[in-house]
């Protein structure tokens, strides 16, 4: 049996994150999101994929090449523009012989969940298709699935009324079809959205008196990553389910508790405090004297120093936290570097849930701790701060001193200007980037 990995989205609502990467390269656990994918494929014995590509093909193609060193055989498929997920399936049609598992590869997902589905399949003697399914908390956020006694498919709802929702089971992106489910895609037209969606396809199959059954998944074995402050609790997750090895430089006088992972060539020196579960990339250079706090991922050649304390935080390939910086529930994207003192707050002074801008809406993360989304090569002055929920573009330099309270957008300059002759200060922009909204409301 092959895979079919859908890859093509852009991820609009992850940006300044995915505005030099693609979605699906995304680090969490110190692996891209889409490598966690194959590897739970690799575990049910699929060693064949196609993956289907279009924002930032090359990247995606650059670092999975053949599939060799994975221990898969990969091909590709460029998806011309993108035009939903029935439009991805169907282009792979020349790649596929047989029966075959689709996957949304922007998901995480245990090993034993995919096999559960695999199991379904094969038990039921090879219906018409089997969907996964996993219960949510926010019905009107999914595509919702209603089924019968026998836990076959009846229909599929997208995004209802909280108030008129068929279950609290939402389309888990994962499906196994024969190759009928070409000739059904020949048939769908676009949606509301103007793409083809494969929910659709399902649609068409049970209206044909089509076999779809539902295998449901476990809540805690499925992770849906949507919003950038979902990252952290996807990094979480995967380092809560990663085997953990200490393998660089503990200088005496360090402290490793429980769970840490220390590549071959990174470098814990004295006085730094690491507690796990928590990753440490090759190069990353920790200490002395810092606080590496649980559910952290450090890149390559990354550093964090001294008087510095990270926690739950995500930072990325060769960015640099000097001295007495605080980073907490943030995300820094590659090659940042703060300034001394730099602060990512992550508590509002009311103690509300923070809220973050996603596509020009303000929406509740429901998250009373988050602090920062920094883009790639964002610097910081001395004692600057960022406030709970703020994005900054990518390329941004943000001054000495300065309170972040605003979305930054990318090649921004933000710095304090004194006037001393009528002694007030005022903030200045001096790049061709605007301010963005404020999350801190």
Not at 25 to 33: A, H, M, S, T
Not at 126 to 145: C, F, R
Not at 235 to 260: D, F, S, T, Y
Not at 367 to 383: H, M, W
Request: aromatic residues 6%.
């Amino acid at each position: 049996m092959k895979a079919v990995l859908l890859a093509a989205g852009e991820g609009v609502r992850l940006l300044p994150i995915t505005a030099t990467r693609p979605k699906h390269l995304i680090r969490v656990g110190g692996k891209p999101i889409l490598q966690h994918c194959l590897e739970a494929l690799k575990f049910c014995g699929i060693t064949e994929a196609v993956i289907v590509t279009h924002y930032m093909s090359d990247a995606i193609r650059n670092y999975f090449g053949d599939g060799a060193k994975f221990g898969f055989k990969i091909d590709y498929v460029e998806q011309s523009e993108v035009m939903g997920t029935g439009n991805a399936v169907s282009v792979t049609e020349p790649h596929i012989k047989d029966d075959f598992v689709v996957v949304y590869a922007d998901l995480l997902f245990g090993r034993q969940t995919l096999q559960a589905v695999m199991d379904n399949y094969y038990q039921q003697q090879k219906p018409d298709a089997v969907m996964a399914t996993v219960p949510v908390d926010k019905p009107e956020s999914y595509g919702i699935i209603e089924l019968d006694k026998k836990n076959h498919v009846k229909r599929v709802v997208e995004k209802p009324n909280r108030k008129e929702a068929p279950s609290n089971l939402a389309n888990a992106g994962i499906y196994i079809f024969n190759r009928e489910i070409f000739a059904v895609l020949q048939k769908i037209k676009k949606s509301v959205r103007g793409e083809y969606e494969l929910t659709d396809a399902v649609t068409l199959m049970i209206k044909d008196k089509k076999t779809v059954l539902a295998t449901k998944l476990s809540k805690d074995d499925w992770f849906d990553i949507g919003r950038p402050c979902d990252l952290l609790d996807a990094n979480a997750w995967a380092l809560k389910r990663m085997e953990h090895k200490v393998l660089g430089k503990i200088e005496e006088g360090a402290h490793l508790l429980g769970p840490v992972t220390v590549a071959e060539t990174a470098r814990i020196r004295s006085g730094a405090y690491v507690e796990g579960p928590c990753f440490i990339d090759e190069d990353a250079d920790i200490g002395p004297n810092c606080f590496i706090r649980p559910y952290t991922s450090i890149g390559k050649n990354s550093r964090v120093g001294n008087a510095c304390e990270v926690k739950n935080s995500v930072i990325m390939d060769g960015t640099h936290v000097g001295h007495l910086s605080y980073v907490g529930d943030s995300i820094l994207c590659e090659k940042c570097n703060l300034g001394a003192g730099t602060i990512t707050a992550n508590l509002r002074f009311d103690d509300c849930n923070v809220k973050m801008m996603i596509k020009g809406q303000l929406v509740d993360t429901g998250r009373r701790k988050l602090g920062a989304i920094l883009g790639d090569n964002v610097k910081t002055g001395v004692n600057s701060i960022l406030m709970p929920g703020i994005k900054v573009g990518i390329n941004c330099w943000i001054g000495p001193n300065v309170m972040v309270e605003r979305d930054l957008a990318a090649d921004t300059s933000l710095i304090l200007k004194q006037n001393y002759d009528k002694k007030e200060t005022r903030i200045s922009n001096s790049a061709a980037g605007e301010f963005g909204e404020s999350a801190y409301k």
